[in-house]
């Protein structure tokens, strides 16, 4: 109740301020491609009225008083523009400015949409790259990918090559949301750990909440990567073509209603993108796997058609559907199916001060995993989203507010060491409502929010209260801190527990009743945490960011698949807490054709299940990433990347004997079974854990990739792109598993050299 009172009484006070006042609103498009132009300065000359685009190109300049002014708009990538725009009392101008791109690079600009923006939003945990960004990742495998800068970042771990997951501040996969346009992708990263399955170069914007993120987003206790795509071409037919002895790709953009100034567009893209590492690598890479390759193998097909009108507002619909699997000859084999469809729109209505935004989506993820035994594990997690959001700009501000409404189906399968079925199909939904107030006081960022999450199948609602905090000690010093409640409902039939598991599997909280690590039964099935981040911003220079924060979650509730399952009657579930803290640096150097990145993590994770507390095998106790991309020459531009990461080992149980494993047979027969007969017909091999979980540690990690990248350009549209890279340069041994019942070492990826083309016209 208290948060619709607040909502209605700042809607009645800004309405009542507008009518003293005006607004002026628009879009910055870049006229060569008709994109947004993002994060660029919009000010109104000779005034403090300033403010920057978002990533629809939108910017709001609120309580502007009556009287004539000058807009301008300045960027760093594009030249500047300018347009006279007269303000009366209770109205809003609106304006669409298109700015041509740069054809002589400038050394530096009094006014940056960059430098305004980290005064004006709090941006703790949060890391915002773009395409640009991505690209200066060596080009491992002939192309960069968002799955490769996303290993770079401070406060994210990366378990190998093969099978690889990212684990975010402590925080499982299964706790990280991971949007494209509004619509959930359950599992982002194909098998071979180099690829995602978003295609670069369609992407517009990534922005990576490593905790505190406000409450827009729900229903996730970690980490949220929110991806958000490009539109198309507007004026012309354009496209890439890639192929390297990894994979090839396909891209095609341009207009179906071409852009006229001041006009409508309807726009497409289409993308598709396969793998083929599994045939070429026993010929190109023979020295993998005793010859037998790398046994993985993607397909991506991504299309999307886009309606911009005159006033700015949008409607989206896109596709996707991806593909992965993984062969391991005489031990398993792993595939997964991942499909969606939806729609995204922005209305911008023309006298109201509201900006309306929302998606309609569904999205499906299956998989399955057949191994030696004949216990086939399969999961399945699928269903829609509904969801629509408000947005006021204020003076000094904005108040947003929202709802989404979630429902999906779980199907999980899975057989423990015992032979135990552990199942579950349900069916769930879920309703969040968020309401978000931000205000500048003159060097201080306020930026509270709240949100309420009803799940219907727990019958339990939750309510989390979240704060961002920035001050501005001095244009070049800044301080921050974050925090909240964060609950889900989601949880993962991967156990934290397990060294190497590709079986990704979802399930919804479960409904029977368990019982906490106190002994007590629990209140609710949710997964449950809590957050509080400071941070320190510091600009040495105009070439020098450091970024420096220490952070807490404290998992008050973890539900995990009862992997101690012995008998039928045990439950499927145990309940555990657990606690992740430490302290990730990041320092930027960007200076005319040289930029360096170096991000190092320090952190701690620790689980407690009511009898031992442990460590899961994903803490990393230091963690250093140094990325380094130098461009140099003219015609053709030569850009070379080096990128060195090194980590700390990973923990793991020890082995402390091995016996003759009956299987089923004594689960069936008790006392009774014939363990002379049972043991020469079955020859698994059983394994004693040593008692005290994750005590022992692997070697550490440590890695080196290069590429060097000759770009030919043959006019103004068509460019070529000739790529060398070489992953793990000195062929360091970085151990994947081991293999207990062998005894044997499985390493992950050696050196692979690889040489790729592409074509952009």
Not at 33 to 53: C, W, Y
Not at 189 to 218: C, M, P, Q, R
Not at 461 to 467: A, D, G, N, S, W
Request: proline share 4%; aromatic share 14%; with cysteine.
């Amino acid at each position: 109740m208290r948060i619709i009172i607040t909502c209605f009484s700042l809607a009645f006070f800004s309405a009542f301020s507008f009518a003293q006042t005006g607004i002026v609103r628009g879009f910055v498009f870049a006229k060569e491609t008709g994109e947004p132009v993002i994060f660029t300065t919009v000010s109104l000359q000779g005034t403090t009225f300033a403010t920057s685009t978002d990533y629809n190109g939108l910017f709001s300049l609120s309580k502007v008083p009556p009287g004539d002014y000058t807009l301008v708009v300045s960027s760093l990538e594009f030249d500047s523009s300018s347009a006279p725009v007269t303000v009366k009392a209770g109205q809003i101008v609106s304006k669409t400015l298109y700015l041509n791109k740069r054809t002589i690079a400038i050394k530096s600009v009094d006014v940056s949409a960059k430098r305004e923006e980290v005064k004006t939003e709090t941006q703790v945990s949060t890391i915002s790259v773009t395409p640009k960004e991505i690209s200066m990742i060596p080009s491992v495998g002939g192309e960069p990918d968002i799955a490769q800068f996303l290993q770079v970042i401070p406060g994210v771990i990366f378990t190998g090559d093969q099978g690889g997951q990212l684990y975010i501040r402590g925080g499982a996969p299964i706790q990280t949301k991971v949007l494209m346009d509004g619509v959930t992708i359950y599992n982002p990263f194909h098998s071979i750990g180099l690829y995602s399955v978003f295609e670069t170069d369609i992407v517009k914007s990534v922005d990576v909440y490593t905790g505190g993120f406000n409450a827009e987003y729900g229903n996730r206790i970690s980490a949220v990567i929110d991806i958000k795509t490009r539109d198309g071409n507007k004026n012309r037919l354009a496209g890439k073509i890639a192929a390297n002895p990894f994979l090839a790709k396909a891209i095609l953009e341009g207009p179906l209603v071409k852009l006229k100034e001041g006009g409508n567009s309807l726009t497409f893209v289409l993308n598709s993108k396969f793998s083929y590492l599994d045939k070429t690598s026993p010929k190109l890479y023979s020295y993998v796997n005793d010859g037998a390759g790398i046994p993985y193998s993607f397909n991506d097909y991504y299309g999307k058609i886009a309606f911009n009108s005159s006033g700015g507002s949008k409607f989206n619909m896109f596709g996707f559907h991806y593909k992965d699997k993984a062969n391991f000859e005489d031990v398993s084999e792993f595939e997964w199916n991942s499909l969606g469809l939806g729609t995204n729109f922005v209305i911008v209505p023309g006298q109201s001060k509201a900006i309306i935004s929302g998606n309609i989506a569904y999205s499906n993820y299956d998989m399955n995993l057949a191994e030696g035994d004949n216990q086939p594990r399969t999961s399945s997690v699928g269903g829609f989203t509904i969801a629509m959001a408000f947005k006021y700009f204020l003076k000094n501000g904005e108040f947003n507010y929202g709802f989404d409404v979630n429902g999906f189906k779980t199907e999980y399968e899975f057989f423990n060491s015992l032979g135990l079925k552990v199942e579950q199909d349900q069916n769930t939904t879920e309703l969040g409502f968020f309401a978000r107030y931000k205000k500048i006081f003159g060097r201080v960022v306020i930026d509270p929010s709240i949100r309420m999450q009803y799940y219907a199948s727990l019958a339990t609602v939750f309510f989390e209260p979240r704060l961002g905090m920035k001050i501005n000690a001095t244009d070049k010093l800044r301080f921050k801190l974050a925090g909240g409640i964060y609950s889900q409902n989601l949880i993962s039939g991967k156990s934290d527990r397990d060294v190497v598991n590709l079986f990704t599997s979802f399930l919804s909280g479960p409904e029977e009743k368990l019982t906490g690590t106190d002994g007590k039964e629990v209140k609710n099935n949710l997964q449950i945490a809590y957050h509080a981040i400071g941070g320190i911003e510091f600009n040495l220079s105009k070439s020098i960011e450091v970024n420096v924060e220490p952070y807490y979650k404290y998992f008050g509730q973890l539900i995990d698949i009862n992997r101690n399952k012995t008998f039928p009657d045990d439950p499927d579930f145990m309940v555990e807490t657990g606690e992740a803290y430490g302290l990730d640096v990041l320092v930027k150097f960007d200076y005319k054709k040289l930029y360096i990145w170096t991000g190092y993590s320090l952190g701690y994770v620790s689980h407690e299940d009511g009898e031992q507390e442990y460590h899961p095998h994903y803490d990393r106790r230091h963690n250093l990433n140094v990325v380094t991309s130098y461009t140099f020459g003219k015609k053709p531009v030569w850009e070379a990347s080096v990128r060195w990461n090194f980590g700390t080992g990973f923990p793991f149980t020890r082995t402390q004997a091995f016996y003759p494993d009956f299987g089923t047979t004594f689960v069936q027969d008790g006392i009774n079974t014939d363990y002379i007969s049972a043991n020469t017909q079955d020859e698994d091999i059983g394994i004693v854990y040593e008692e005290e979980i994750n005590a022992g540690r692997l070697p550490t990690y440590h890695r080196l990739d290069l590429s060097l990248k000759c770009t030919f350009n043959f006019s103004e549209r068509i460019t070529l792109d000739i790529i060398a890279s070489v992953s793990n340069l000195y062929n360091r041994d970085n151990i994947f598993y081991f293999d207990r019942v062998r005894y044997e070492r499985v390493n992950q990826l050696p050196v692979l050299p690889t040489l790729g083309v592409a074509l952009t016209f």
